[in-house]
């Protein structure tokens, strides 16, 4: 099938470069938003989101003119549904005692409904957002047949899943392979041939329903093996065990590949994903549903672990270094670094924090600090929630001349107990009841 022109609903982290990327390979496409803040930022010239190399992709398609933006679709030979699903805020799913999260599907149904009046015989849409299995067949497609054309006959439909890695999601999405499940086995070449534009890695075609699952155990997967990670993290400290050389240890095995302890799991992806499979079929999920308990529970056990190295929290003020999701991204969504800043607050704490990738950020209830002088002047205690790049590579001696305090918290295996001893900090590492219990001359 041939393509000319394209039209993407949803110009976020994975829209705007998935549409960017398509005009740079010489196809005529429109973005759809209904942001007024992101359409009038990107006719400006400018990108509403921080992702390496995204800039000067919607740069050059917005110049060559191959890339416009509008908030409503227009006819054209294919549409892709790029939009959030994220979890409804004031409803909960309830089984045996226990709730678990639900999907809110509003922005899917919407994109849907705005490609209905566009939509013409032999036309291609896409659903790419993250969903519960069988939206496609059951959602959108009966959405999609209100125009009175027949899904898998009169246009074709897929889902394709996007699984780029923010902070490499220019390469990514070109070089990944990609799973394009189709509600007919035409549909899904009809995908491939629409993503073979650009994609430079295997396009393996499947029905849609395998797609979805496919993009839900990925990231479940992942989820599950950090939890047990946390979980020995939590045993390791029990048992007076260093889990971090544990994990090392355990790791020489061939078949073993333990991942890293950390604050909590973040991100739009990996904490939201899994509860797709447990709103589904919560009867089948126990593991994933257990998985996912231990993930969100993880700032409480650092807030244990910061309660014990300051004796207690009431009025102590705590440097939080790091608010990000994950090291070296300036993405703040559903971060666990800011979980535990707010649980530590609950309990009279005073924290400050230092983000660098989002100096200027704004979080309701959250003091931000200026700069790192400003956060660890004249703090208690220093508590390290973000594995950055220029955080792992402080010097101690160097610290300890900015802060009175000498008691620092790292929950991500990023300082060495004897460097930070050396410079006189008690040094407390999540996971690690070995070597916090050196204590430096004082
Ligand atoms: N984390 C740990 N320990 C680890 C690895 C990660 O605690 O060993 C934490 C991170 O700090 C972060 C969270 O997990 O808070 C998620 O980070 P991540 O790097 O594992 O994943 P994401 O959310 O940035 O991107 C994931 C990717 N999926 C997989 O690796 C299976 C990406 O390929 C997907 O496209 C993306 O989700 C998505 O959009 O679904």
Redesign the pocket.
Known sequence: MKFHKICILGLGYIGLPTASTFATHGLNVLGVDISPHVIETLKKGAIHIHEPGLQRVVQAAITSGNLTVSHQPEEADAFIIAVPTPFKEHEQGKLNGHTYKLADMNAVTSAAEAIVPYLRKGNLVILES?SPPRTTIDLVAPILERSNLKAGSDFFLCYSP?????GQIMRELIENARVVGGVTPESATAGRDLYATFVKGQIIETDATTAEMVKLM??TT?DVN?AI?NEFSRLAEKFGVDVWEAIQLANLHPRINI??P?PG???H??SV?PWFFVETAPELSSLIYHARVVNDTQPHFVVGKVKKALGELKNKKIAALGLA??PDVDDLRES?ASEVIHLLQREDAQVKAWEPFKPNAVMPGIQMATSLEDAIQDADAILLLVKHTEFSNFQPEEIAKLTNTRIAVDTVNAWKADEWNKAGFQLHRLGDNKSEIVNPKS
């Not at 996007?162 to 923010?166: A, G, H, I, K, S």
């Open positions: 993250t996007e699984r780029v890695l923010p990925e990231n992942r950090i990670a991942l890293s950390g799991v973040g991100g992806c990996i994903d999701y994950k666990p």
